[in-house]
């Protein structure tokens, strides 16, 4: 049963739910903290465990495995002004989850590195600014369990209780140095990358970083060893890191294309051996015509001039990075100043309205 700490600050029904919203503000005005924790470190299909709240003076966590509709959460959450910090993950669960992503949400993290903090995780800030040491023996809890213990609780509150004071001296620092809209426009731009970011694609999924040297039999057998990993993992309801990690299934893709075998650690149980030498007894008979191909390589024509415009703008957004005491790759990242060098009309395709105003394009 919960202890005193859980039923001071844990939301686990529908009615105690129902309560808090009534209990709560809402309203275009109406600021509030959140933060979220997902299992992704415990189980095969990541979920959404908890949701943090502070609002005014109710700090709570709102249980998503015991309330089945937390539509009205939501629709609260729509209504008002959302502050989180390193937001990108928290608005890739809610639209995961929920199908939707608050329209005013905002990132202390975003605020704090146009200030120019050069340490931007939220225990350093809180620490750097009101001296306060945040524990991080929940940091990889199991969040998915049930019943949650006083620490646990306790550090997920933390994560919420210091954002507002955080973001109401980043904002006043971003008024003074006048980059409070560049600050609004940052954040308008990571909501709609995560609208944007396409959803996994299975097909696709396979073809892990550092594949790109494979041939295509390689390929076959790497494709094979991702779905016997994914199955595995599936099956065990464990990420699919903790079956065999990425460096793993490219390194027997490479023994096998290369005429050696693959073999799995012995602390694993007989089946899942059976299966994996399987998976990859059916790649090894699988049709060259099924085989997958390496993409094709877009080979760019060197162009001399473009890339000396490249240094120079590299050069330069690194000076201005300096004037302005942030870092240079907010300015512009590597790739996009690349790419506007070879392609000068994507410019507004590439860079928020700021940034361009700051590099002058």
Not at 59 to 65: C, R, S, Y
Not at 79 to 87: L, N, P, T
Not at 280 to 286: H, K
């Amino acid at each position: 049963m919960p202890d005193s700490l859980l039923s001071k600050s844990y939301i686990a029904t529908p009615e105690a739910l129902a309560a808090l919203l009534s209990r709560i503000p809402s309203g275009p005005g109406v600021r509030c903290a959140i933060d979220t924790e997902a299992d992704s470190l415990h189980s095969y299909k990541e979920k959404l465990c908890l949701i943090q709240l502070a609002c005014g003076e109710e700090k709570v966590i709102i249980d998503p495995l015991s309330i089945p509709d937390l539509s009205p959460l939501v629709q609260w959450l729509q209504e008002v002004e959302i502050w989180m910090h390193g937001a990108d993950f928290d608005m890739t669960l809610m639209r995961r989850t929920f199908d939707v992503i608050p329209e005013r949400i905002f990132d202390t993290q975003a605020a704090a590195r146009l200030c120019g903090e050069k340490q931007f995780g939220l225990a350093h800030l809180v620490e750097s600014n009101f001296g306060v040491v945040l524990s991080k023996a929940s940091q990889r809890a199991d969040w998915g369990k049930r019943p949650l213990t006083d620490k646990m609780i306790e550090y997920a509150l933390n994560d919420v209780h210091f954002i507002l004071e955080l973001a109401d001296r980043f904002v006043a620092t971003l008024r003074q140095l006048g980059r409070e809209e560049w600050f609004l426009e940052t954040c308008r731009d990571a909501r709609e990358t995560v609208l944007r970011r396409p959803l996994a694609d299975p097909d696709q999924q396979w073809r892990l970083s550092g594949s790109g040297k494979l041939r295509s039999c390689g390929l076959n057998y790497l494709r094979a060893l991702w779905h016997w990993r994914d199955a595995e993992a599936q099956r065990l309801d464990r990420p699919p890191f903790k079956v065999a990690g990425n460096v793993d299934l490219l390194s027997w893709a490479e023994a096998l294309e290369s005429g050696g075998n693959a073999e799995l650690n012995s602390r694993f149980p007989p089946p899942i051996h059976r299966r994996f030498h399987k998976a990859v007894r059916d790649a090894r008979e699988a049709e060259h015509a099924t085989w997958p191909q390496r993409p094709p390589r877009v080979r760019q024509d060197r162009n001399p001039e473009a890339e000396k415009q490249f240094e120079a703008l590299k050069e330069k957004r690194d000076h201005l990075g300096r004037q302005l005491d942030i870092d240079p790759s907010l300015i512009g990242s590597r790739a996009s100043l690349e790419a506007i060098c070879f392609e000068p009309s994507r410019a507004e395709e590439l860079f928020l309205d700021w940034q361009r105003q700051v590099l002058s394009l």
